[in-house]
């Protein structure tokens, strides 16, 4: 028998507001990125945003359970 444990709304109300704002600033990020800097850079700034992206998704679900 499968245990059903009850939903923390506050918890997933906060994860999905941070996730949302936070994506929301690195695609500002790499928008300005790409409109001032170099191609290089730009293409530095959004290879280092994904890295980070990566951390914050692997980290998410340790979060929920």
Known sequence: ???VKPV??????SILLGDAL??????VFIG???SLCDTATALTIMAVTLYHEIAQALAD???VT
């Open 1 to 3: 028998e499968v245990e």
């Open 8 to 13: 923390n709304i506050s918890l997933a109300v």
């Open 22 to 27: 936070h994506n929301f600033c690195d695609g």
């Open 32 to 34: 300005v990125a790409f």
């Open 61 to 63: 679900p340790f979060l």
